[in-house]
């Protein structure tokens, strides 16, 4: 059991540039999400999935899309990346309704934006 | 609205008893939850409170009272390991989770 994975670990982008960030999971979890954690921020929620193929917004959803075509995959996508989108992305996933069920998360992703 | 609000530091030293507390205000409450974040590292689930009480596990014990919309996570027999961020979380709006900003644990020997 790898748990939840993510591709790529680090990132260095220039202003403009697309990338899409992958996160897989093999726990068979319904709920996926994308939070992005910047200093003193806390954790901020992008996107979530309670499902294949379904999509919400989160609280920081601008500037980014996400798709969920298999349940085990999750993407998030910058289409035209901006220094204020320079953070570390988590991806988590949970059996249930990850306000009460365990959230599991991935090792992160470090974006760096010029 | 919906906020949370812990201490931003606390510092303790190894052997000793630290606690880290937890105000929140949500429209409705089903559980507060603790996650534990070492520097570098992905965010871990250590707790889940749903009822009032404490909840003990090994050296870590979370308790809540939801009439007044506290709760509290006790770490006991502090090791230098516990050094980490500990953020607590409660449901938001469609079931997603509200986070706190964490709170910076420093153990010193």
């Known amino acids: 059991n790898a748990g939840v994975t993510q591709t790529p670990k680090f990132r260095v982008l220039k202003t403009g540039q697309s990338m899409t960030l992958l996160c897989a999971q093999d726990?068979?979890?319904?709920?996926m999400y994308w939070y992005r954690q910047d200093p003193g921020m806390g954790l901020r929620l992008i996107h979530y999935?309670?499902?294949?193929?379904?999509?919400a917004k989160g609280e920081v959803p601008d500037g980014y899309n996400v798709s969920r075509l298999k349940k085990q995959n999750f993407l998030l996508g910058l289409e035209s990346a901006a220094p204020s989108q320079t953070s570390v992305y988590f991806c988590?996933?949970?059996?249930?309704?990850?306000?009460?069920?365990?959230?599991?998360f991935g090792p992160g992703t470090r974006l760096t934006v010029l | 609205g919906q906020s949370l609000e812990q201490p931003s530091e606390v510092t303790a030293v190894e052997g000793a008893i630290v606690q880290i507390n937890c105000t929140y205000q949500?429209?409705?409450?089903?559980?507060l939850s603790w996650y534990q974040q070492h520097d570098g590292g992905a965010p871990t689930f250590l707790s889940y409170?749903?009822l009032d009480g404490l909840e003990e596990t090994g050296r870590f014990s979370s308790f809540l009272s939801r009439s007044d919309s506290y709760g509290y996570l006790l770490l006991q027999e502090l090791q230098m390991k516990d050094s980490a961020s500990y953020f607590c979380?409660?449901?938001?709006?469609?079931?997603?989770?509200?986070w706190g900003l964490g709170t910076s644990l420093a153990v010193n020997p």
């Open positions: 979380a409660v449901p938001g709006n469609n079931r997603k989770l509200i």
């Open positions: 726990m068979n979890h319904e709920y």
């Open positions: 999935s309670v499902g294949e193929g379904t999509t």
């Open positions: 949500t429209s409705g409450f089903y559980g």
């Open positions: 409170n749903a």
């Open positions: 988590a996933s949970s059996y249930g309704a990850g306000d009460t069920d365990t959230q599991y």
